[in-house]
């Protein structure tokens, strides 16, 4: 159980950055479709869970090692190819919201400018990837459980403070800026675009583990998490639509209405999650190119460090928006080729 509790600790951790635990992400893909996007976040569950065993069944079967193998092993040679290709270059788009939404972060709680906030998290990543980068899973891992506790503080603060009846909530909220078109394909396409940037590394963190039943239910109890968090951030955010409408970061205005202690707390949760996000990000599409053991590495890791950080300049919601949404689409083909490998797995009697 500790094991496999490990390993979705670390796939949320995973996931859940920037864009996710500011509310940002919850807010165009959920909230901004009223009462419905209760029943999208739901849905979103359901996937999480079904789509977390898969893939981390998978990892186990295949005894993975790293995302390239099992990328060409779930879509061949031809599609593999591809979905490497556009995976690879997410992890970066990916990074580069980070950055950006660490700025946001550091301007809308510390009064500090959006640039130096950025250049602040490009610095602690740069200098992480040039140090120590086989601990990043662990860190990650342990950061979840508080990220949840905060949620929770928020959630029930928004609850019982609520001054809209749904109704004008509803109304509201359905005024904000959406992801898709509507809400039952924006619920599939947040679980497609987080599936792009984190299955990979739950095949990789299950590729350790012996047993398919503890990995299983590790990718089960991550997704369980991750729906739980989407559910949470949504309710607050929803209940309290008139406060946090055309926020850059919503959850972090709720905290900071509830005590400014509360609100520092949120914050630095959500540097921790960037931090972690950015660097398990950055990491991953450096080593796909270049062996961390190799005299280019770390020159490389500077170079990628500021060309992530010149792309951030485009803004934080709007980075959100266009990197996610079009990876969701991209992401369809990487979840049914998995799901046909893991059937064409389960008849050969693996």
């Not at 190119?289 to 992530?308: E, H, M, N, R, T």
């Amino acid at each position: 159980m500790k094991k496999s509790f490990q390993i979705g600790s670390a796939f949320v951790g995973l996931i859940v950055g920037a864009g996710f635990a500011s509310g940002q992400e919850v807010m165009q893909y959920f909230t901004s479709f009223g009462i419905w996007g209760t029943v999208g976040g739901i849905i979103a569950t359901l996937l999480f869970i079904f789509l977390g065993y898969t893939f981390a069944q998978l990892g186990t079967d295949l005894q993975a090692s790293s995302h390239k193998g099992v990328i060409y092993y779930i879509g061949g040679r031809y599609i593999g190819a591809i979905l490497d290709i556009l995976i690879t270059f997410f992890l970066f788009g990916v990074a580069v919201v980070m950055f950006a939404g660490s700025g946001s972060t550091f301007e809308q709680m510390f009064g500090i400018n959006t640039m130096a906030g950025s250049i602040i998290m490009v610095t602690l990543t740069i200098l992480t990837l040039l140090l120590n980068t086989q601990k990043i899973i662990g860190i990650i891992a342990a950061i979840t459980p508080y990220l949840i506790a905060i949620i929770f503080i928020i959630l029930i603060y928004s609850i019982f403070t609520m001054d809209l009846s749904l109704a004008e909530a509803d109304t509201i909220a359905k005024e904000q800026t959406s992801a898709a078109s509507n809400w039952l394909l924006s619920a599939f396409l947040y679980v497609s675009y987080n599936l792009a940037a984190g299955a990979a590394l739950l095949i990789v963190m299950s590729g350790g583990e012996k047993d398919r039943k503890v990995a299983g239910l590790g990718g089960i109890l991550g997704g369980v998490m991750l729906g739980g968090l989407i559910i949470l951030i949504h309710i607050g955010m929803f209940v309290k639509i008139d406060v946090v409408a055309g926020m850059d970061m919503p959850t972090l205005a709720l905290a900071e209405q509830i005590h400014p202690v509360v609100g520092i707390l949120m914050a630095i949760a959500l540097l921790g999650m960037m931090y972690n996000t950015a660097v398990g990000m950055f990491y991953s599409f450096t080593v796909r190119f270049i062996s961390p053991d190799s005299k280019a590495y770390k020159p490389a890791v500077v170079i990628i460090g500021l060309l992530g950080f010149v792309s951030s300049f485009a803004g934080f919601t709007t980075l959100v928006g266009k990197v996610y949404s079009t990876m969701g689409y991209l992401g369809f083909a990487l979840i049914i080729a998995a799901i046909i490998a893991w059937f064409r797995r389960g008849k050969a009697g693996v």
